[in-house]
């Protein structure tokens, strides 16, 4: 099973500032293989970004992803307050499918 | 549209059973596979097995064999039973869809509650 690590585990910070969120896998993965999801608390996970950088419909643009290999980033350019909720990539390999742990973005 | 419906309360030892009625699609496109995904308290998300309209299955290797994910084209359902549950199967559990040309699930329902206890 392929292990993915978030970090930070929280982050606090204001409205207007920007957040960066990393995960990172225990092998190398295929970018495609790469998702970001955000969570607010009693909804389900809503996808944001697939394919390590695209863009799921209707997801604003401040949204966006990057990385390779085994270190992916979550970059959200100009935090709103509907941002702040928990964040987790999910990668495929080896048929199955794995999330990480979360970052809580929390307002500062 | 995926709703999950079920039991909300299972006794341990026993099985969850779960359906996933889906609606504004059909879970027999070949665009699709269709799959489960748990949150357990306070914690992240798991994923339980994934199945596709010509019934091919996939499961986490995890889960021991307690897992099947089946689909009933004809009622346009996806099902979930987990056997053998004991309390630390707690949680909510989701119903979702994931395109076949990406690894990811672009949609999901609303989530079943669903608590082991005697």
């Known amino acids: 099973e392929i292990l993915l690590t978030q970090s930070p585990v929280s982050l606090s910070l204001s409205p207007g500032e920007r957040a960066t969120l990393s995960c990172r896998t225990s092998?190398?993965?295929?970018?495609?293989?790469l998702a970001w999801y955000q969570q607010k608390p009693g909804q389900a996970p809503r996808l944001l970004i697939y394919?390590?950088?695209s863009r799921a419909a209707d997801i604003p643009d401040r949204f966006s992803g990057s990385g390779s290999g085994t270190d992916f980033t979550l970059t959200i350019s100009r935090l709103e307050t509907e941002d702040f909720a928990i964040y987790y990539c999910?990668?495929?390999?080896?048929?199955?499918?794995?999330f990480g742990q979360g970052t809580k973005l929390e307002i500062k | 549209q995926l709703k999950e419906s079920g039991p909300g309360l299972v006794r341990p030892s026993e099985t969850l059973s779960l359906t996933c009625s889906v609606s504004?699609?059909?879970?027999?496109?070949?665009?699709?596979?269709w799959g489960w995904v748990r949150q357990l308290p306070g914690k992240g998300l798991q994923w339980l097995g994934t199945s596709y309209f010509n019934r091919n299955t996939y499961y986490n290797p995890s889960l021991s064999g307690r897992v099947t994910v089946s689909v009933d084209t004809s009622m346009n359902q996806l099902s979930l039973s987990l056997s053998s549950v004991t309390a630390a199967d707690t949680g909510v559990y989701y119903c979702?869809?994931?395109?076949?040309?990406?690894?990811?699930?672009?949609?999901w329902g609303q989530g079943a509650l669903v608590t082991v206890s005697s």
């Open positions: 979702a869809r994931r395109r076949n040309s990406a690894y990811d699930f672009d949609y």
């Open positions: 394919g390590a950088s």
């Open positions: 999910q990668c495929y390999g080896r048929s199955t499918y794995t």
């Open positions: 092998e190398t993965i295929g970018n495609g293989y």
């Open positions: 504004g699609d059909s879970i027999s496109s070949i665009h699709h596979y």
